[in-house]
């Protein structure tokens, strides 16, 4: 460890930095604050031991300017017993430690040592938040298409600013991950990111989930509940299939979008948050506004920042992309080597609409490297999957809703009516599932 003994008592300086380099310590002498400056950048110091009073540049004035140059280095204020005040505003203004004249050389080392495994965990930290942007950010957006090149610009544009964000777009088209990239890419990226699927509770679930609750405020609560709004507090929250939300729900968060309060349920007292909204669907909403099922001032709110993503059969150019990185993805986690797939699986794969889109592929691909013996995928592991497409696309009837039905209907029959197995075929969630099932008026 590289460290920077600065003090204008030379016999000080001398003894503390002979001691330092007995224990291994690589040491520099300065004997003012100016001189100590000069030598943190060539030095490339990690801790420095700092007398408060000197010439040139006092430790106070060392504390500020060097903390601009090296914000993770770590300063030892050295001081008389009458100036513990100012060791005090020292450790304020950005100091790890103030050390009191005679010095302990053994309480030196140990401090030195608590400074060394800080900065460990300090680099970690931020090699892991690094690795996680990459992870969560829109480098996992695959595609070589203008549409997703297209995608990317828009993320690169929209996450800088804190304005609400709608994501619009077929299901399975990676609607979630367009929001975490945003996140990533964005100011708040140090604050959490929440998601919750507005559709997969009931309206006073729902309610409790994203506003919290107090004790008592309904039967079962018990105690306090803080919802996802006060915990994504400084970061975004994600609100997917908010075109399902009731009208009590868009109410409250009409409030939040306008004056960011809210009130728990059972509550009072009004509850600040700093939080960006991103939310989702697939649904029309300008339709849902014309038949009274959505507010246009919500809807206003919500799509300050429009974005979306076009469907995997509009960018067709990605698919062998995504096959590739799929494949990547289900080798490392189930222990396989798939090399790849072969012509024939690929004619296939490029002919096929995706109604379930990127998810369906994702779905496709995971069974395909679970179940494939060879080192390749072929046809005739992935074909079972994709009957029920080729069969419509012979007849005359290409009209997508009418696919889409057949296709349902089809993965309903095969699943013996059970929706979550239908909806594991179709490569979507179940509760799409049950919106088309109402939609289609189709009975399971």
Not at 65 to 70: D, G, P, S
Not at 249 to 267: D, H, M, P, S, Y
Not at 296 to 309: A, G, K, M, S, T
Not at 328 to 354: C, H, M, Q, V
Request: aromatic content about 6%; glycine content about 6%; charged content about 30%.
């Amino acid at each position: 460890m590289r460290v920077l003994v600065i003090d204008d008592e030379q016999s000080q300086r001398e003894l503390l930095s002979g001691f330092l380099r007995k224990k291994g310590f690589e040491v520099f002498e300065a004997s003012d604050g100016q001189q100590g400056l000069n030598l943190l950048n060539d030095s490339g110091a990690e801790a420095a031991l700092v007398d408060i009073q000197m010439p040139n540049l006092d430790g106070m004035a060392f504390i500020k300017k060097a903390l601009e140059l090296n914000p993770d280095l770590g300063i030892i204020i050295m001081t008389a017993f009458g100036t513990v005040e100012s060791a005090i505003k020292a450790m304020k203004d950005g100091a790890y430690d103030f050390l009191l004249k005679p010095l302990d050389l053994d309480h030196i080392i140990l401090t030195l040592n608590k400074i060394r495994e800080n900065q460990r965990i300090l680099i970690e930290n931020r090699y892991l938040k690094r690795k996680l942007e990459k992870t969560e950010g829109y480098e996992q957006i695959i595609g070589d298409s203008e549409a997703i090149k297209k995608l990317h610009s828009e993320i690169s544009r929209i996450a800088p600013s804190d304005a609400s964000v709608l994501i619009r777009g077929e299901s399975g088209t990676g609607k979630e991950l367009v929001a975490r990239a945003i996140h990533y890419a964005s100011p708040k990226s140090g604050g959490p990111f929440l998601a919750i699927n507005c559709t997969s509770l009931p309206e006073t679930l729902l309610e409790s989930e994203l506003f919290g609750h107090e004790k008592g405020a309904f039967t079962g609560a018990v105690t306090r509940h803080l919802g996802r709004f006060e915990l994504s507090h400084n970061g975004t929250i994600f609100l997917d299939e908010i075109g399902d939300i009731s009208p009590v729900i868009q109410a409250k968060l009409l409030r939040v979008l306008e004056n960011k309060t809210f009130q728990r349920l059972g509550g009072e007292k009004d509850i600040t948050v700093n939080v960006r909204i991103v939310a989702a669907t697939n649904r029309d909403l300008e339709k849902k506004i014309s038949d009274g099922q959505f507010r246009e001032d919500l809807f206003y709110r919500l799509n300050v920042l429009p974005i979306f993503i076009p469907p995997l059969r509009q960018r067709k150019d990605d698919i062998l992309l995504l096959v590739s990185h799929f494949i990547e993805k289900f080798n490392r986690r189930n222990n396989k080597n798939i090399k790849g797939i072969t012509p024939k699986a690929k004619d296939l794969l490029l002919s096929y609409s995706w109604p379930g889109n990127v998810r369906e592929l994702e779905n496709l691909i995971e069974r395909a490297v679970v179940l494939c013996y060879a080192d390749v995928i072929d046809t005739t592991d992935i074909d079972p999957f994709l009957n029920t497409i080729k069969e419509v696309q012979i007849g005359v009837d290409l009209n997508l809703e009418n696919l889409e039905k057949r296709a349902i209907a089809e993965a309903l029959k095969r699943s013996k009516g059970n929706q979550i197995k239908a909806a594991e075929i179709l490569g979507i969630h179940r509760n799409t599932l049950r919106l088309k099932l109402e939609k289609y008026k189709l009975n399971s």
